[in-house]
């Protein structure tokens, strides 16, 4: 048994566990494909590329999952709770501790007809809660390319609103087609997160 939900809602969002027993290959494969609807877009500012071959689906589903299993990390696929998109499957929201540091990362993307939501938003707090409440750490970091202005604004917004802090430009701390790339770093500790939620 996993210490991590195998599924989790917000206000108007459902996450699944990216897990073989829940998400077949091939539903992620139609939106991460080399030639899928806007994924130029989506790829420009993340550290994976375009797949070339469904086997790359099933080999991440799998580790996913794998990984899930042993309380490593958690992996969840985004659907929309209700609208003319309900059920759709939107993105991918990370929660990635380092459990001696009590610590984890955040991490997601959305496909293109879900940006400018607010989606990202609803599901930082979700994963802070979480984090938090049910995993029993302490501190909760995110991080950007500098250049990637659309993700700022997301994380700047809800790191003010759960009390966190930018923590500064990292050099050389991401690798994005093949090249070394800065990022930016903030952070929210529990501390934060409890006196900007009650």
């Not at 709770?81 to 993105?91: L, S, W």
Request: charged share 35%.
């Amino acid at each position: 048994m996993s210490v991590f939900p195998a599924e989790i809602e917000s206000d108007r969002l459902r996450y699944e566990r990216l897990h073989p027993d829940e998400i077949g290959p091939f539903e992620l494969y139609r939106h991460v494909k080399r030639g899928a609807p806007h994924i130029e877009e989506i790829t420009e500012y993340v550290t994976w590329e375009p797949y070339d071959h469904p086997k790359q689906a099933a080999d991440w589903v799998t580790q996913c999952g794998d990984q899930f299993e042993k309380g490593a990390d958690a992996t969840y696929v985004i659907r929309p709770k209700e609208g003319e998109r309900a059920g759709e499957f939107a993105g991918l929201a990370g929660l990635h501790p380092d459990w001696d540091r009590k610590i984890a990362t955040l991490g997601t993307w959305l496909r293109k007809p879900f940006w400018g939501r607010g989606y990202s938003g609803e599901r930082a707090g979700r994963m802070l809660e979480l984090a938090f409440d049910r995993l029993d750490l302490e501190v909760v970091t995110v991080s950007h390319d500098p250049e990637n202005d659309p993700s700022r604004r997301a994380i700047e917004k809800y790191v003010e609103r759960f009390g966190g802090r930018k923590e500064g430009h990292i050099r050389n701390d991401l690798v994005i087609d093949g090249e070394p790339r800065d990022s930016v770093r903030y952070s929210i500790s529990r501390a934060e997160w409890e006196q900007n939620t009650t």
